[in-house]
Antibody, heavy 121, light 112 residues
């Protein structure tokens, strides 16, 4: 079955960068959109952006423009999300979520397990 | 950005009773193709979110038929016909129509 497996927890100091990976098993990425969503402690969900696995095209929320970079490595069926200039309010669990909807729909049918990122001096 | 507003934010429900969550947007989510771009997710305690409803009223694969979605334009509702213990968690609506996709604040459902 399809599974998205993310990299492990990270602890970073303010100003540093973090790179989170998301590898698909039981499935090969094709023309999918992989989204990244984060959740600060005790808070709701926040969409960060997506990457098209086939073309490498990206769309980011304006809030993260200039700080976030989403990439993919087709040879290892993995997508990456790098966030730079980390601040304490970037402390959150980061999820990858596949938009596997067909036709006109857009929804996230598979999610990774989440990667906790802690930013602290 | 499209603002999504859910109510109530906290919903205590007796097992077997119905439950209803409202989600309103400050812009219409009805696209020119006739579809409403509004999805519902449930995040159970300690888990990643899971899709329940897409395009306003379509149940995702494997979702029990006690869950239903309705609404159009700016006003949407998620209904659970008979709440079960396994339905506890936080329910989120999201609009995937316009970048940035935006979520509602979440509605926490608990069992009385």
């Amino acid at each position: 079955q399809v599974e998205l497996v993310q990299s492990g927890a990270e602890v970073k100091t303010p100003g540093a960068s973090v790179k989170v990976s998301c590898k698909a098993s039981g499935y090969t990425f094709t023309d999918d959109y992989m989204n990244w969503v984060r959740q600060a402690p005790g808070q709701g969900l926040e969409w960060m952006g997506w990457i098209n696995f086939n073309t490498g095209d990206t769309k980011y929320a304006q809030k993260f423009q200039g700080r976030v970079t989403m990439t993919r490595d087709t040879s290892i069926n993995t997508v990456f999300m790098e966030l730079s200039g980390l601040r304490s309010d970037d402390t959150a669990v980061y999820y990858c979520a596949r938009d596997g909807a067909a036709d006109v729909a857009t929804y996230f049918d598979y999610w990774g397990q989440g990667t906790p990122v802690t930013v602290s001096s | 950005d499209i603002v999504m507003t859910q109510s109530p934010l906290f919903l205590p429900v007796t097992p077997g009773e119905p439950a209803s969550i409202s989600c309103r947007s400050n812009q219409s989510l009805l696209y020119s193709n006739g579809y409403n771009y509004l999805d519902w997710y449930l995040q159970k305690p300690g888990q990643s979110p899971q899709i329940l409803i897409y395009l306003g009223s379509n149940r995702a694969s494997g979702v029990p038929d006690r869950f239903s979605g309705s609404g159009s334009g700016t006003d949407f509702t998620l209904k659970i016909s008979r709440v079960e213990a396994e339905d506890v968690g936080v329910y989120y609506c999201i609009q995937p129509l316009q970048i940035p996709y935006t979520f509602g604040q979440g509605t926490k459902l608990e069992i009385k």
